[in-house]
C-alpha cells in the first residue's frame, strides 16, 4: 500500500504544552507510532506524519486531540495515550458525526469526574445498563466490564436512581485454598473483592466509601450471601460469573425486584470450576439469548484499554485455544482472576 505523508502544524505554539504532548524523551511519540504503524518526525510545532493513509488521518487527529488536552497543563500519562489511541484502533474516526448526533451520549458522571467508554462495544455495553433492567458483559479480562458497570452504579447511586449498591462476587478458588488464608470469613474473600472497592475508591473518594459502606447503602458481599433476599431500587453487579454454576445463576437472577438493575460480567476463558461443573454463564448466554428487556454485550481483545501488551497475550491465548479441542462449559484457562480496569 502506498505511503502517504502530512505536515501537522499545533498551535498555539507552546515549548511546555508540546513537551507534554511528547513526553519524556519522546515517549509519548514512540508510542503512537508503535500503536498506529506510522512515522512521526518532530520539529517544533510542525509534526510530520508517514505511514498509510488511515493511521496519518487517524495519528494527524490524535494529536491534535491530545494536545488540546495539554490546554489545562495536566500531564498526560503512557496510560491516556493508550486509552485515547482505543478510540481509533477501534474504528471511531471512521464514525460519522451523524452517528454520534443520532445516539445518546455514552458519558457516564462520577463525583470525582467523567468516564467515557473508549470502543463501540464498551459504548453499547453502557447505553443496555442504562435502558435494561439485566445486562450481561461477557469477554476477556482488561475490557472494562466491571469498570463502566460500577460506574453506572456511582452515577444512578449519585443521581438517586437507585438507593443501594450491592457488588457481588462467587468466592471460587483458583489454585488457593480459602481455607488456609488468615482471618474470617470476610477477611478470606475480601482479596477476591478488592478490584471492586479499588473502582469505588476512584470514583467516591475512599471516606466516602467508607462511609457509605458503614450504612449499609454499598454493599459488598459473596454471591452466597444472596440466596433468600428480593433486592429492590437497587444497583447488582455479579463480578467473574463464570465461576457461577447454573443453579447459582439461576438463584441470582430470580433475586431481583422491582427499580433494580442487575448488571452479570465474566469471562468464559477463565472458568476456576470443578472439572465437569457447567459455567451459570455459558449457559444463562443460551438460555436468555432471545428474552426481550435483557441486554448482551461481547467484547473482544480490540476493547482491552490495559497496556498493549495485554491485548496481544488474549489474542495470542485465542489463536491457541482455537487450535485446541476443550469444552466451552470448562475451557482451559490460566487460574488467574483479573480485575477490569
Same mark, same amino acid.
Given at each position: ?43 517544533? %510545532?510542525?509534526? #510530520? ?21 495539554? &490546554?489545562? &497543563? ?8 493508550? @486509552? ?5 484502533? %477501534? ?10 448526533? /443520532? ?9 470525582? !469526574? ?20 439485566? %445486562?450481561? !458483559?461477557?469477554?476477556?479480562? !482488561? ?5 463502566? /458497570? ?6 444512578? +447511586?449519585?443521581? &438517586? ?25 470476610? #477477611? ?15 470514583? @467516591? ?6 462511609? @457509605? ?18 433486592? %429492590? ?54 438460555? +436468555?439469548?432471545?428474552?426481550? !428487556? ?14 498493549? +501488551? ?32
Amino acid at each position: 500500500m502506498a505511503s502517504h505523508f502530512i505536515n501537522l502544524t499545533l498551535l498555539p505554539d507552546s515549548a511546555q504544552r508540546l513537551s507534554n504532548l511528547c513526553g519524556r524523551l519522546n515517549e509519548h511519540i514512540q508510542q503512537i507510532e508503535l500503536g498506529l504503524q506510522l512515522k512521526i518526525r518532530q520539529r517544533g %510545532n510542525i509534526f #510530520q506524519l508517514n505511514g498509510d493513509e488511515q493511521a496519518v488521518a487517524s495519528g494527524c487527529e490524535l494529536l491534535e486531540m491530545l494536545y488540546r488536552a495539554t &490546554e489545562n &497543563e495536566k500531564l498526560l500519562s503512557p496510560n491516556q495515550i493508550h @486509552l485515547a489511541m482505543q478510540e481509533f484502533l %477501534n474504528n471511531e474516526s471512521a464514525e460519522t458525526e451523524s452517528d454520534h448526533a /443520532a445516539e445518546p451520549s455514552a458519558l457516564i458522571s462520577t463525583p470525582k !469526574g467523567s468516564i467515557k467508554p473508549r470502543s463501540k462495544h464498551q459504548r453499547d455495553y453502557v447505553r443496555n445498563i442504562w435502558r435494561h433492567d439485566i %445486562n450481561f !458483559g461477557i469477554g476477556p479480562a !482488561g475490557t472494562g466490564k466491571t469498570y463502566l /458497570a460500577v460506574a453506572c452504579a456511582v452515577e444512578a +447511586l449519585t443521581k &438517586e436512581r437507585i438507593n443501594r449498591i450491592l457488588l457481588v462476587r462467587p468466592a471460587v478458588e483458583a489454585g488457593e485454598k480459602l481455607g488456609f488464608l488468615p482471618g474470617d470469613l470476610s #477477611q478470606k474473600i475480601d482479596p477476591y473483592l478488592r478490584p471492586l472497592y479499588d473502582a469505588l475508591y476512584e470514583m @467516591l473518594g475512599f471516606e466516602r466509601v467508607g462511609r @457509605l459502606i458503614e450504612k449499609n447503602v454499598i454493599e459488598v458481599a459473596p454471591l452466597a450471601y444472596m440466596r433468600g433476599r428480593t433486592l %429492590n431500587n437497587s444497583f447488582i453487579i455479579l463480578d467473574e460469573s463464570q465461576n457461577t454454576t447454573t443453579a447459582q445463576m439461576k438463584m441470582f437472577l430470580t433475586r431481583i425486584g422491582f427499580g433494580s438493575t442487575a448488571v452479570i460480567t465474566g469471562d468464559v476463558t477463565q472458568i476456576d470450576l470443578p472439572k465437569g461443573e457447567r459455567s451459570g454463564l455459558v449457559h444463562v448466554s443460551q438460555v +436468555l439469548k432471545n428474552v426481550d !428487556g435483557i441486554g448482551f454485550a461481547h467484547f473482544s481483545s480490540q476493547d482491552v484499554v490495559r497496556h498493549r +501488551l495485554v491485548q496481544r497475550i488474549v489474542e495470542a491465548y485465542d489463536a491457541f485455544d482455537d487450535k485446541s479441542v476443550t469444552p466451552i462449559s470448562n475451557p482451559k484457562n490460566s487460574g488467574k482472576h483479573d480485575s477490569d480496569h
